[in-house]
């Protein structure tokens, strides 16, 4: 690991000014988890993307912790920690689906310091981008290695050029519950919605996300919950201790009577965005969610592209999906 300059912010504008002066080989730093122990431990650099030389810290700018619930909604600070979410009776009561996803982050020690804008920026996992030997498209090569190699973990929906899988657990149950959240940057702040937050390889194949260089994440604004909300959230790993998702879905829906009225289906580890599966939210719109369930669910498989080794998580996903549907009827 090379040397870095560390600065420790005090205000969410000396943060913005400090990436402005160092440029694109700045990074902002929270608990540290993925960008120290990861990122610039691995080989998540090359041509495309520079080796990060100058940290910014921003967990010690102190109006970047915290919860708060109001008639609106909630408001989380982007240098709150995972424990704190998952801690909070207040999420628990209203969003559980958002407890539900932090809670199955990593583990305990992780969560002590991982920070819910670090776990939404992380970088994706994926073992070609993340190994010294693979010049892949994100680091500037001109190759997914994922093609033809190993790609038991890769995207199996949207991923065209890259077949990263969105890492985060947290963003799959916040694009679920409609969140937004608030951007800093030289021209000032402004809100964005987690809809047009992610984005895929088609649109810029070295990020996963609109945030530009010298921006940073704020906060993430959660609407309070229409009456009638049921929600969902489930994980299939690899094995029991702390793992990334093989497939997540988080559900947050109106249900009258048993009824879809309207809502969000989220899938996690099947695509490079957190994937909405609108196809699935068509399909159930007015319909009983027992007898809907089943044929909505499988709708997944056609927009589904596995590759050689990962059709296994189309299954998983299909059956996951009917499986939370039907838990928002029990
Ligand atoms: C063993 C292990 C298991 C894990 N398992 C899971 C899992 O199951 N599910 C899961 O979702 N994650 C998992 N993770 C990833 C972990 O959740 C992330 O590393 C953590 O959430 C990152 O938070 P951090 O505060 O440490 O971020 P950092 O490492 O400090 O930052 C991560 C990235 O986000 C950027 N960033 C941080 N804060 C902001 C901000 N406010 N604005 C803009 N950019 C920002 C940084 O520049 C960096 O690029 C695991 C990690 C480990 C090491």
């Keep these: 690991m090379k040397a870095f300059e560390l600065y420790d912010a005090t205000t969410v504008d000396q943060a913005v000014e400090l990436l402005q002066q160092h440029g694109p080989t700045s990074k902002v730093l929270a608990g540290g988890s993925d960008l120290v122990t990861g990122v610039m431990k691995d080989w998540v650099h090359g041509p495309g993307m520079p080796y990060p030389n100058v940290l910014i810290d921003i967990t010690t700018i102190p109006g ?17 920690t995972l424990t704190d979410i998952v801690e909070s009776e207040e999420i628990r009561a209203t969003w559980p689906v958002l407890s539900d996803s932090a809670f199955s982050v990593a ?4 969560r002590n310091f991982a920070t819910l ?80 937050y992610f984005i895929g390889p088609r649109e ?45 879905v988080a559900v947050v829906a109106t249900v009258d009577g048993g009824v879809w009225q309207e809502g969000r289906i989220v899938l996690g ?22 007898s809907a369930a089943k044929t909505a669910a499988a709708l997944i498989r056609g927009q589904a592209r596995p590759l050689s080794n990962n059709a296994y998580k189309v299954d998983i996903a299909i059956g996951l999906t009917e499986r939370m549907l039907l838990s928002l009827v029990a």
């Excluded at 583990?107 to 992780?110: G, K």
């Design 204 to 248: 810029d194949v070295l990020r996963e996300n609109i945030l530009q260089a010298n921006e940073l994440m704020v906060d993430v604004t959660v609407p309070t919950p229409a009456a009638n909300t049921k929600m969902a959230w489930t994980k299939l790993k690899d094995r029991q201790v702390y793992d990334f998702a093989l497939t997540s």
């Design 269 to 290: 580890g099947v695509a490079p965005v957190p994937w909405r599966a609108t196809v699935v939210e068509e399909a159930l719109a007015g319909k009983d969610i027992r």
């Design 107 to 110: 583990s305990p020690l992780i």
């Design 117 to 196: 804008g670090g776990n939404l920026n992380q970088r994706p996992r994926c073992w070609f981008l993340r190994g010294e030997n693979f010049p892949c498209y994100k680091k500037g090569g001109d190759f997914c290695f994922a093609v033809t190699g190993d790609n038991t973990y890769n995207a199996v929906i949207g991923g065209e050029l890259c077949y990263i899988v969105h890492p985060s657990d947290t963003a799959t149950a916040l694009l679920a519950l409609n969140a937004k959240t608030t951007i800093a940057g030289p021209a000032g702040q402004r809100e964005v919605a987690f809809d047009d």
């Design 64 to 80: 970047m912790h915290g919860i708060t619930v109001g008639d609106s909604g909630l408001k989380i600070g982007a240098a709150t």
